[in-house]
C-alpha cells in the first residue's frame, strides 16, 4: 500500500498558538507511521509558514512541538497548486490543519486549502465560520427551536460612538440578565477574552477587554450549570458519543483552567446523567451540527441548567483540544473509536468530501 504525504498545520496567528502545538505533537505521535508520510508546517505568531525538519521520531505523546522558522523553508501557497518550497511544490495528499481559534478554525484556512484544492480534516469553510461565530451559530440554533442561554450583542461601532453611553447599555443589560454576566469576543478562540462581570463598571471593563479580541461581544447572564459537552464525528451520516462533564476548579472555565493550570478542571466520562439525559444531549448535539453545516468533526458544549433541569447549547468547538486526552478524543474513545482510529476516521471523512465536491460541475 502506499503511503499518504499527510501535511500537519499548527501553531498560528491566534492567542491558542502554544495549545495547537501541543495537539499537533500528538496527532504526529499517533499517525500511524506504516500508513502515512508527515511533513510538519509551523506557523509563527506574525503568520509565516515554515517546512519543519523532520523530528517526529524525537517525539513524545504529551510533548510540545516548536516551530523552527528558517528564510530557507519558508512555505509559499499558490492557488490551484499548493504549498511549495524555494519553487518546488510539495508533494501532499492531505492537510490536517490543527490550528485554534482565528486564522485556523473560522473558515479563513479552510478556504485557503479549497483555493489550494488540497483535501483536508475538519469542517469546510461555512461550518468552520458558522462555528466559530457565538452569535450567528445561536441564532441558528434558535432559529431550529434548540435551546441556548439567551444573549446581546454589541460592536465596536456602537461602543466607540460619541453619543454612546456605557451607563444605559449597563442598566438595560441589568434589567434584562441581572448580574452576574458573562462577556464574550463573538470569534475569538476557545475562552479567550471571556470575562465575568457583577457590577455596571466591571461590565464596561469587559467589553473593552473583548473588543481586543474582536469587533463584535456577547454578554449572557450566568448560569448556575453543569457543563456538559459531545463529540461528533461525521459528513451527511453523523455520529455523536457518549458525553463527558466538565467540573472547573477555578470560578468557571476560562482558558487559565482549560490549558494553563493542569488542576483546572477535572474531565468526568461519562458524564453522570441518566440514560434519557444521555439520549437527549448526543440527539441535540447532532442537530447543533448538522443544522450549523458542520462536518468533520466537532465538539459541542452545553449546560445543564441546575435550577430548571433546563438542557441549553453553549457553543461549538469545529477544531477542539486535539491530544490523545484531551475531552474531544477522550469521548470519542469511550465512545469505541480509540485516538489513532479517530485520526484515520478524519482523514477519510476529509478525502469523501474532497472527492464528492470534485465530482460536481462548476461551469456550464
Known amino acids: ?69 528558517s528564510e530557507a523553508m519558508k512555505v509559499s501557497v499558490i492557488p490551484a497548486e499548493g504549498f511549495s518550497v524555494q519553487g518546488k511544490k510539495l508533494d501532499i495528499d492531505f492537510v490536517f ?28 469553510v461555512m461550518g468552520s465560520s458558522v462555528g466559530m461565530d457565538k452569535e450567528v451559530i445561536k ?34 443589560i441589568k434589567n434584562r440578565f441581572g448580574y452576574p454576566v458573562f462577556v464574550k469576543p463573538v470569534r475569538a478562540g476557545s475562552s479567550v477574552g471571556i470575562s465575568k ?10 467589553v473593552r477587554k473583548a473588543l481586543r479580541f474582536d469587533n463584535r461581544v456577547m454578554i449572557e447572564p450566568a448560569v448556575d450549570a453543569r457543563e456538559v459537552e459531545c463529540s ?18 477555578h470560578e468557571f472555565y476560562d482558558y487559565e483552567a482549560k490549558y494553563i493550570d493542569e488542576n483546572g478542571a477535572a474531565l468526568i466520562i461519562p458524564a453522570d446523567l441518566s440514560p434519557e439525559r444521555i439520549k437527549e444531549v448526543q440527539e441535540t448535539a447532532v442537530k447543533a451540527y448538522t443544522t450549523a453545516g458542520i462536518e ?10 441546575r435550577e430548571s433541569d433546563r438542557l441549553l447549547l453553549n457553543e461549538v468547538n469545529t477544531i477542539p483540544g486535539f491530544t490523545s486526552i484531551s475531552m474531544f478524543s477522550k469521548m470519542c474513545e469511550a465512545g469505541g473509536l480509540p ?5 484515520d476516521r478524519l482523514i477519510e471523512l476529509g478525502l469523501q468530501r474532497f472527492n464528492t465536491k470534485n465530482s460536481l460541475d462548476y461551469s456550464l
Request: aromatic share 10%; glycine share 10%; with cysteine.
Open 197 to 206: 462581570s457583577d457590577t455596571e463598571e466591571e461590565l464596561e471593563e469587559a
Open 339 to 343: 485516538y489513532p482510529a479517530l485520526l
Open 296 to 305: 468533520g468533526m466537532a465538539r459541542v458544549d452545553f449546560f445543564i441548567d
Open 1 to 69: 500500500m502506499t503511503k499518504k504525504n499527510i501535511c500537519i498545520l499548527y501553531g498560528g496567528k491566534s492567542g491558542e498558538h502554544e495549545v495547537s502545538k501541543l495537539s499537533a505533537a500528538s496527532v504526529a505521535v499517533h499517525l500511524d507511521p506504516e500508513t502515512y508520510n508527515l511533513l510538519m508546517i509551523g506557523i509563527d505568531k506574525s503568520g509565516k509558514w515554515y517546512l519543519q525538519p523532520e523530528i517526529i521520531e524525537r517525539l513524545n505523546d504529551g510533548e510540545q512541538l516548536e516551530i523552527t522558522a
Open 97 to 124: 490543519p490543527v490550528l485554534h481559534g482565528t486564522f485556523g478554525e473560522d473558515g479563513t484556512m479552510q478556504g485557503l486549502l479549497e483555493l489550494s484544492d488540497l483535501p483536508y480534516a475538519g469542517a469546510g
Open 232 to 249: 461528533v464525528v461525521g459528513n451527511l451520516s453523523v455520529q455523536s458519543f457518549i458525553p463527558g462533564e466538565v467540573a472547573p476548579t
Open 139 to 172: 441564532k441558528i440554533w434558535l432559529s431550529e427551536g434548540l435551546a441556548t442561554v439567551p444573549f446581546a450583542s454589541i460592536n465596536s461601532e456602537q461602543a466607540y460612538a460619541a453619543d454612546f453611553s456605557f451607563k444605559l447599555f449597563a442598566e438595560e
